[in-house]
Every structure is written in C-alpha cells, then in structure tokens.
C-alpha cells in the first residue's frame, strides 16, 4: 500500500497540504510511524475545523471527502464506521480518484462496509490499475494469481505485479521475485528474482530480505553463498522477521561453508522462539548438547 507524504502545518494549512497528498493518503493503510504521525495530524484538528472539513465534504471538496473517509476508517473525531468510509471512497472513486478506487477496491475484498464481493474488488482495482496506481496493480495481480473475482492467471499476475514493481511498490516487488524464483507466470529466473528481492528488501521488507537470503543459499547463477545469505538473514530478523534469526541458527548449526558455533545458535534460536517461531524449539536442546560436548572435562 502506499505511503503517506509529509504534512506542513494543520489549521487552514492542512487542507492545503492535504491537497497534494490526497492520493498518498487514500491508499494508506496506517503501519508506519510516518503514517500514524499523519494521522496524528488529523487527530490534532480542532473540533471546529473538523465540522469545517465535514461542511466542505457535504458540498463535494474532494479533499475534505478524503478526510472524511480516512477518519470513519480509523475511528478519528468520529465513531468508528467502515460504512461510512466505504460512502465518502466512493464519492471520490466515482469522481475518479485513483487512489480512492483502490481503497474501495480493498473495502469489497474483505468485506469492510460492504458486502464482500471479489468480482467487486477486481473492477474497482482495475479501474485504478489502468489510471497507473500502484497499489492497485498489486492488489490486481493478487487476484489473478488466486483467481479471486478473475479468471485465475499467473500470467496475468505478473504482468500486473512487474507494472507495480517498476513503480517502487514494495508487496510487487517481493511477489514478482517469488514469482521469477519459482517459475510462476515467467520464465524461471534467480537473478530476477534476485533483483527484485533486493529492490523490497532496500525499502525495509524483511521477508524479501530472507527470500533473498535463502535464494543466496542456494546460489544465483553460481555457488552457494551462506556468508551472502547470512548478511540478508540478519537484516531480516533486525526487522522483524522471526525466521530470520532460525536461518542464521541453521548455518551456524548446519551450514556447509559457516563455521559451526552452537553458542551462537543457542542464542539464535532463543530469540527467534521469542518471536514466534516455536517449530525451532527442539534445536535448543541439540545446541545444549553439542555445547556440553564441546566443553572441557571438569577438573576435580
């Protein structure tokens, strides 16, 4: 999904700024501490400059409508109401917003405030896919790679997911990469897939950083490399990703070319047990075991 631009001031100002970053903000899905920082600045509205945005939006200012319809997503100034969102999207994509066609898009795909209808989602994804929305492009190639409201596709899908990517869409990116790694809708290839792992893994998406991590383990156009992999596994754990931490355990427990530190491992599996990742759990007692025979007798 998209990312929110940065707000200059609230008051007369926001509505402004609001102006330019109206498409940013309509396909946002609220994650980031950017974006709940610009949520925060419609929050900070004053009780009368929010009925002021409400009266705008009553008589079509598409930029108070956006307003409008972020706040009853979130539940700000107002009570929380995902059919009230699902209204003012819907004014501004029939007005066609882009951006606000693929959050509606998004509203009928899981069924927020409207019936849920995949056949719904496709056309208002393709309706902003075809205006040059990237979001909407990755949703669309989603919905063709499970055949969701379209005939299934992986063709398809990665020719939506490739037109996303090359716009910097971080989802597209990974999902293209699987894609290419797999074979899926293209003709394999891991140096592809290699690319477009890194392309989402520099915009800080842990999981592409341990795809890439284990495509490097296996080897890209060469020899494996676990020194390589070992560097996109840790980047995958610093963000989050729990199976980060059991890859780079793996190698120093398994691997074919990293020296074997069961110390490390033991660390290593705590940490990604902490995280969430319980089917490692068995390794602590293996490290335990491999660290007692290791250790010097006891002298007495």
Same mark, same amino acid.
């Given at each position: *999904?998209?990312?929110?631009?940065?707000?200059?001031?609230?008051?007369?100002? %926001?509505?402004?700024?609001?102006? =330019?970053?109206?498409? %940013? @903000? @309509? %396909?946002?899905?609220?994650?980031?501490?950017?974006?709940?920082?610009?949520? /925060? +600045?419609?929050?900070? *509205?004053?009780?009368q400059e929010f009925q002021e945005v409400e009266n705008k939006a009553a008589r079509g200012?598409?930029?108070? +409508?956006?307003?409008? $319809?972020?706040?009853?997503?979130?539940? =700000? !100034? =107002?009570? &929380?109401?995902? $059919?009230?969102? $699902?209204?003012? #999207?819907?004014?501004?994509?029939?007005?066609?917003?882009?951006a606000a066609r693929n959050r509606l898009g998004v509203f009928y795909q899981v069924g927020r405030g409207v019936p849920q209808s995949y056949t719904e989602a496709a056309e208002w994804f393709q309706k902003a896919a075809t205006m040059g929305e990237p979001a909407a492009q990755a949703n669309l190639g989603t @919905?063709?790679? /499970?055949?969701?409201?379209?005939?299934k596709s992986a063709d398809e899908a990665a020719k939506w997911y490739e037109v996303s990517a090359r716009q910097?869409? &971080?989802?597209?990116? /990974?999902?293209? $990469? #699987?894609?290419?790694?797999s074979g899926l809708g293209?003709?394999?290839d891991k140096a592809r897939a290699a690319y477009w792992y890194r392309e989402a893994a520099k915009q800080g998406d842990g999981v592409a950083a341990l795809? @890439?991590?284990?495509l490097c383990e296996e080897g890209i156009g060469g020899a494996p490399d676990e020194r390589e992999a070992l560097r996109w596994f840790v980047t995958a754990a610093e963000k989050g990703v729990a199976r980060g931490y059991s890859n780079q355990a793996?190698?120093?427990?398994?691997?074919? +070319?990293?020296? !074997?530190?069961?110390?490390?491992?033991?660390?290593?599996?705590?940490?990604? =047990?902490n995280a969430g990742d319980e089917v490692v759990r068995p390794w602590l007692q293996k490290c335990r075991e491999q660290m007692a025979q290791s250790s010097p007798?006891?002298?007495?």
């Amino acid at each position: *999904m998209g990312r929110f631009g940065v707000w200059i001031g609230v008051s007369a100002r %926001c509505l402004l700024a609001l102006a =330019v970053f109206i498409s %940013c @903000l @309509l %396909c946002a899905k609220f994650a980031t501490a950017g974006e709940n920082s610009s949520l /925060n +600045q419609i929050a900070a *509205m004053s009780v009368q400059e929010f009925q002021e945005v409400e009266n705008k939006a009553a008589r079509g200012d598409a930029t108070s +409508q956006a307003i409008l $319809a972020i706040a009853y997503e979130q539940g =700000v !100034h =107002v009570v &929380q109401d995902d $059919a009230e969102a $699902a209204k003012w #999207y819907r004014r501004l994509a029939e007005r066609s917003s882009a951006a606000a066609r693929n959050r509606l898009g998004v509203f009928y795909q899981v069924g927020r405030g409207v019936p849920q209808s995949y056949t719904e989602a496709a056309e208002w994804f393709q309706k902003a896919a075809t205006m040059g929305e990237p979001a909407a492009q990755a949703n669309l190639g989603t @919905l063709y790679l /499970n055949g969701w409201g379209v005939l299934k596709s992986a063709d398809e899908a990665a020719k939506w997911y490739e037109v996303s990517a090359r716009q910097g869409n &971080q989802m597209a990116q /990974n999902n293209l $990469a #699987y894609m290419y790694s797999s074979g899926l809708g293209v003709v394999k290839d891991k140096a592809r897939a290699a690319y477009w792992y890194r392309e989402a893994a520099k915009q800080g998406d842990g999981v592409a950083a341990l795809n @890439l991590g284990l495509l490097c383990e296996e080897g890209i156009g060469g020899a494996p490399d676990e020194r390589e992999a070992l560097r996109w596994f840790v980047t995958a754990a610093e963000k989050g990703v729990a199976r980060g931490y059991s890859n780079q355990a793996r190698l120093y427990m398994f691997g074919k +070319q990293t020296p !074997h530190d069961y110390a490390r491992a033991y660390e290593l599996v705590e940490k990604a =047990v902490n995280a969430g990742d319980e089917v490692v759990r068995p390794w602590l007692q293996k490290c335990r075991e491999q660290m007692a025979q290791s250790s010097p007798p006891a002298t007495k």
